[in-house]
């Protein structure tokens, strides 16, 4: 069993940065593959970013160029690098691990952390 558990989330203004982390349980963490997803405000939850065991990674549009996902497998964690901030990056970001390789959709991920509260201000 992999029990994700975010942290890092904080307020901060537009245009700033934060920096997310996921730590995942030791569970042949390998080769699994990590995403961030985030779920605005009256909004479906929707992908952000995604890593794979060999680190090749894919970011949803709307983030490219302002975020970077990296993971530390040795120590069983990914990270989220925000930058760039805008309001509506405004979000509850969750963490979640699939076996083998990522997917886009939120269905194929087994195992979600709990969320950490990311709000942007002007």
């Known amino acids: 069993q992999v029990q994700p558990v975010e942290s890092g989330g904080g307020l901060v203004q537009a245009g700033g940065s934060l920096r997310l982390s996921c730590a995942a349980s030791?569970?042949?963490?390998?080769?699994?593959?990590m995403a961030w997803f985030r779920r605005a405000p009256g909004k479906e939850r929707e992908f952000v970013a995604a890593?794979?065991?060999?680190?090749?990674?894919y970011y949803a549009g709307s983030v490219k160029g302002r975020f970077t996902i990296s993971r530390e497998n040795g120590k069983d964690t990914a990270y989220l690098q925000m930058n760039s901030l805008k309001l509506e990056d405004t979000a509850v970001y969750y963490c979640a691990v699939r076996r083998q390789d990522y997917r886009l959709d939120e269905k194929e991920y087994d195992f979600w952390g709990q969320g950490t509260q990311v709000t942007v201000s002007s």
């Open positions: 030791k569970q042949s963490f390998g080769t699994y593959a």
């Open positions: 890593i794979n065991w060999l680190r090749n990674t």
